[in-house]
């Protein structure tokens, strides 16, 4: 029995758990975001794919009912090589079977960026974004976000292959072609992945290379940028027009720029605090030597100033209620939720929220090492001050993804920390399924 129990056949039991869970939830139609179902988000999804099943291709990029977040490349893409694109049901089993690279590309870049880590532990890490309630709703439902995070993620493994390959001219070329070529993409797909186009771009620009290949990445990238730029010139915004009508809060139109919601900037260090938390425990460093450091270090009391003040200024200038309660029926992330769940009292969802604002910077700051990490976080918050209404979905599953790929903060695997990471994702996945369950 002991036998059967070792580490490493525990492991393989709980990854063979999380992919039956993901085959098991797309037979039962599992909505764990609510934007899933079939009245869900997929409702516009499928006028978009009529658009261009009735039209030809010029009219039906700039139709003027197109609607969404993202550039039409999906539908193109689609309407170009996928012969199930016009049958939902079968698209819904394309999109599924396509979300299930994601763990595959995830293990390939772990196991390149931790040499020394176990095979074992790689493989359970890899597929905990299959317990992403985001990465899930979208692989069942046919929506469209994991198109543009299966490119992120094939353009940040290829972009270590690049430099681990550095020397092999044949191999360097045609890995620097993917990763400028997919990084690229990922913004046609979703616009909050610009941030893995930056991290591409400035990691190959920074890098020791000629000055000759760093202007053939600079003219590569404004090549492949320059159709976004003339959409965004003809839409007068970054998203198609219908999309700019329907939603007037966000700043998606140039004329709504200086529309900024500053209290986002608290709600977005929750959401990021959330999904940092669990990674604490992955630092080299345990936790209570975390805490010590950062408490010996006397910058970090002013550090600390930051959420107080941000949080005075918010207490005395905005209306809690008229933008948690009448301004708001969705979003806000998880820790909205919760306030809502266990209080009715407004004052003490403010209290709380205002801890939550305090202790998820705290958060923050302990798992943060070094600038670069500093400024790739620095884009959520950014871009969260133009954004409503402000959804978790925004940050699941890429903070997740640059936590394990991208960021810098030097992190120790073992079998209980990562076991540890798969039970956080896993209870926040059983809590999100009968959340939205209750609600439907």
């Known amino acids: 029995m002991n036998k059967l129990l070792t580490k490493k056949n525990v492991v393989y039991l709980i990854f063979s758990l999380i992919i039956f869970s993901f085959f098991q939830g797309f037979y039962q139609n599992e909505n764990s975001t609510g934007a899933g179902g079939y009245n869900g988000d997929i409702i516009w999804i499928l006028e978009n794919i009529e658009i261009f099943k009735n039209n030809n291709l010029k009219d039906a990029i700039f139709n003027d009912n197109l609607f969404g977040n993202r550039t039409p490349l999906i539908y193109i893409i689609n309407d170009f090589i996928n012969p199930f694109f016009y049958e939902y049901e079968k698209y819904r089993v394309v999109t599924f079977l396509l979300s299930l690279a994601g763990p595959f590309l995830i293990y390939f870049c772990l196991?390149?960026?931790?040499?020394?880590?176990?095979?074992?532990l790689i493989i359970l890490l890899s597929s905990i974004i299959l317990l992403s309630p985001y990465y899930r709703t979208s692989a069942f439902w046919a929506l469209n976000e994991n198109y543009g995070l299966i490119t992120s993620l094939i353009s940040l493994?290829?972009?270590?292959?690049?430099?681990?390959?550095?020397?092999?001219?044949?191999?360097?070329?045609?890995?620097?072609?993917?990763t400028i070529l997919l990084s690229s993409l990922s913004v046609y797909f979703d616009l909050k992945l610009l941030i893995v186009t930056m991290i591409c771009f400035f990691y190959?620009?920074?890098?020791?290379?000629?000055?000759?290949?760093?202007?053939?990445i600079f003219l590569m990238y404004l090549i492949l940028g320059a159709p976004y730029l003339f959409l965004?010139?003809?839409?007068?915004?970054?998203?198609?027009?219908?999309?700019q009508e329907a939603n007037i809060n966000t700043a998606t139109n140039f004329s709504r720029l200086g529309d900024l919601h500053i209290y986002h900037l608290g709600y977005v260090s929750t959401i990021i605090g959330f999904y940092l938390f669990?990674?604490?425990?992955?630092?080299?460093?345990?936790?209570?030597?975390?805490?010590?450091?950062?408490?010996?270090?006397?910058?970090?009391?002013?550090?600390?100033?930051?959420?107080?003040?941000?949080?005075?200024?918010?207490?005395?200038?905005?209306?809690?209620?008229?933008?948690?309660?009448?301004?708001?029926?969705?979003?806000?992330?998880?820790?909205?939720?919760?306030?809502?769940?266990?209080?009715?009292?407004?004052?003490?969802?403010?209290?709380?929220t205002y801890l939550m604002?305090?202790?998820?910077?705290?958060?923050?700051?302990?798992?943060?090492?070094?600038?670069?990490?500093?400024?790739?976080?620095?884009?959520?918050?950014?871009?969260?001050?133009?954004?409503?209404?402000?959804?978790?979905?925004?940050?699941?599953?890429?903070?997740?993804?640059?936590?394990?790929?991208?960021?810098?903060?030097?992190?120790?695997?073992d079998f209980y920390n990562v076991f540890f990471l798969f039970f956080?994702?896993?209870?926040?996945?059983?809590?999100?399924?009968?959340?939205?369950s209750n609600l439907n």
């Open 424 to 436: 956080y994702f896993a209870i926040f996945l059983s809590i999100a399924n009968i959340y939205y």
């Open 232 to 243: 965004i010139l003809e839409w007068n915004g970054i998203v198609p027009p219908k999309t």
């Open 111 to 120: 196991k390149t960026r931790f040499q020394h880590t176990d095979k074992e």
């Open 204 to 216: 190959l620009i920074n890098s020791e290379i000629k000055i000759k290949i760093k202007s053939y």
């Open 278 to 352: 669990p990674f604490l425990f992955l630092k080299e460093k345990n936790f209570f030597e975390i805490i010590s450091d950062f408490l010996r270090n006397k910058r970090n009391i002013f550090i600390l100033f930051i959420p107080l003040l941000y949080i005075s200024y918010v207490f005395l200038n905005i209306e809690f209620k008229s933008y948690t309660v009448d301004d708001y029926w969705i979003g806000l992330g998880v820790v909205n939720k919760i306030s809502n769940i266990f209080f009715i009292d407004i004052y003490k969802k403010e209290i709380f």
């Open 357 to 413: 604002f305090f202790l998820s910077w705290i958060v923050i700051c302990l798992y943060i090492d070094n600038l670069t990490d500093v400024f790739i976080l620095s884009f959520f918050f950014i871009i969260s001050l133009f954004l409503w209404p402000l959804m978790q979905e925004y940050f699941d599953p890429i903070i997740l993804i640059l936590s394990l790929m991208v960021f810098k903060t030097k992190m120790k695997f």
């Open 157 to 178: 493994l290829f972009l270590n292959l690049y430099f681990e390959n550095i020397e092999i001219t044949k191999k360097r070329n045609l890995f620097l072609f993917i």
